[in-house]
């Protein structure tokens, strides 16, 4: 399988996604340059992390229209898996390939820690190898995380089972939320409509190896591996 | 043509948690400013721009904001003055 990676200037996670793909995984990966219209016959886009175009106007802004985007919009509609992550996910949301907008966290502060999440939802595409309810110890690190859309998106998000990771408090022993950066309902992560973008502020690539603090990360990698077929 | 210079302001939308605002608000009651009820901190943009008259400059300078310029999830946006150049 072949995961191709975007890099837009200021991405600064596009090589860990390619050392968790290639050196986690053992699967193929590519970088994909902003300006292309090349998606490189990947079967899997990755909207890395970073700070894409200074993050002007606001994160993900200007992503949105590059070039190499309007095949990575095209390639989600046609129903084709794109993980988006941290500044990805900012950038998906802009592109209206994700309900709602991140936005400043509400300490004002940047968050750089490693947390746990609870898995919401293991029937996706992107969680089919956690168990349901399990707890995951993932990294994030972003200023923008605040994930906001309108009473009524959210409502339709947890009614149809499209939450998938939510934050939760320090101790290990304690099933509460809490949210590291003000985002509604605790909310780390969510699937669009199709179930075939997901985007997240937790950095799952930063998560493939002991050595790094933690290897949860890496069942979001395999369970894309074992539900798409290429 | 006539080239128009346009202001647009964009805001948080109310409701929508703005802890900038709120620590801006915060610093100005520890400066005595104790009548002061809100504080909202947005963005104050300003386009230049050719256009045959006042009304198709501010018909772009709307669109821009639509489809950029503000968020339509969470920002409000207002075309405040618009003024040959």
Known sequence: MKFGIVTFPGSNCDYDAYRAVVDGLGEQAAFLWHKDHDLKQSD??????????????????????????????????????????????????????????????????????????????????????????????????????????????????EGEGRVVFRYLAGPADTDEWWSPNGSTRAIAGIVNEGGNVLGMMPHPERAVDPLLGSSDGLALFESVLARVSV | MTRYRIAVHITPRRGILDPQGKAVADALHTLGFTALREVHVGRYIVLELDAADQSSAEQSAREMCERLLANPVTEDFEVAMVEAA
Do not use: W
């Open chain 1, 44 to 157: 899997v886009i990755i909207l890395p992390g970073g700070f894409s175009y200074g993050d002007y106007l606001r994160a993900g802004a200007i992503a949105r229209f590059s070039p190499v985007m309007q095949d990575v919009i095209a390639f989600a509609n046609r129903g084709g898996p794109v993980l988006a992550i941290c500044n990805g996910f900012q950038i998906a949301c802009e592109a209206g390939l994700l309900p709602g907008a991140l936005l400043r966290n509400a300490s004002l502060k940047f968050v750089c820690e490693l947390v746990r999440l609870r898995v919401e939802t293991s029937d996706t595409l992107f969680t089919n190898r956690y168990d349901k309810g399990a707890t995951l110890r993932i990294p994030i690190a972003h200023g923008d995380g605040r994930y906001t859309a309108d009473e009524e998106t959210i409502d339709r998000l």
